[in-house]
């Protein structure tokens, strides 16, 4: 038997917006140091490599150093902080259900491939009552490895037992695309994420507006047709 096609996509920006309590902890962190809280926007520069990188980057804009142990005691209390309350402000965005029971449909399953820490990750996807849609779900600490080393994205293709060559990857970031690259795979943008750089100049196969768009995207790049294609 065949392996299915697959459908792997990130989760902050991508699939939800989780900027809103993303930015909340880090300025709970950056308060507790005496620095400024920095305001939502600034999301699109500073999510994106996960928890460390964004309380790095969040010393960086606020003009000031940070030791490495430091960041580690910071990140261990994020951790806790983010968790509590994950999804205050957070939503999936809209068409991402519909999307998936399409892609479904037509013998896709589908996975998460995330700079988030898997704990987080899993937090998330279960308070939407969305962890069971996803064939695999692997954050950024559940491999030796991570995104943009292209092996996140093959080993979750891997354990969700797909098949890589009619394997497509949805992210909103230099990071996803980076990572589709060097691993062979196809890559969607979506253009409402966290992302300094409008994602067309990323050069994605496909950039889409709306979930709506993805499955025909989707179908596009796997070079599959509709499950009832023939009928119509
Ligand atoms: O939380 C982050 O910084 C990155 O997460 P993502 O890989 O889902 O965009
Ligand atoms: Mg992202």
Same mark, same amino acid.
């Given at each position: 038997m065949s392996l299915p096609p697959i459908v792997v996509f990130d989760l902050d =920006?991508?699939?939800? @917006?989780?900027?809103p309590d993303i930015m909340r902890t880090l300025n709970v962190i950056l308060e507790q140091e005496g620095l400024a809280a920095l305001p939502v926007e600034r999301a699109r520069e500073l &999510?994106?490599?996960?928890a460390r990188a964004l309380i790095e980057r969040g010393f960086k804009v606020s003009g000031r150093p940070l030791d490495p142990e430091t960041l580690e005691q910071l990140f261990e209390g994020f951790l806790g902080i983010y968790a !509590?309350?994950?999804? =205050?402000n957070s939503f999936i965005h809209e068409g991402v259900v519909a999307a998936l029971d399409e892609l479904a449909a037509d013998g896709f399953v589908f996975a998460v491939c995330t700079n988030k820490p898997i704990l987080h990750t899993r937090l998330f996807l279960d308070h939407f009552g969305l962890?069971?849609? %996803?064939a695999a779900i692997a954050g950024? !600490?559940? %491999?030796?490895f991570f995104k943009p080393d292209p092996r996140h994205l093959t080993q979750t293709i891997a354990q969700a037992g797909a098949d890589p060559a009619r394997a497509v990857m949805v992210g909103d970031s230099r990071t996803d695309v980076d990572t589709a690259r060097a691993a062979g795979i196809p890559v969607i943008c979506v253009? %409402?994420?966290?992302? !300094? &750089?409008? &994602?067309?100049a990323l050069a994605p196969d496909l950039v889409i507006?709306? %979930?709506? @768009?993805l499955p025909p995207a989707v179908r596009q790049l796997t070079d599959r047709k509709p499950a009832f294609a023939t009928h119509s």
């Open positions: =920006g991508t699939l939800a @917006e989780t900027a &999510v994106g490599a996960g !509590d309350g994950i999804a =205050g962890s069971e849609r %996803f950024r !600490d559940s %491999f030796p253009p %409402f994420g966290y992302t !300094d &750089v409008p &994602v067309e507006q709306h %979930f709506s @768009e």
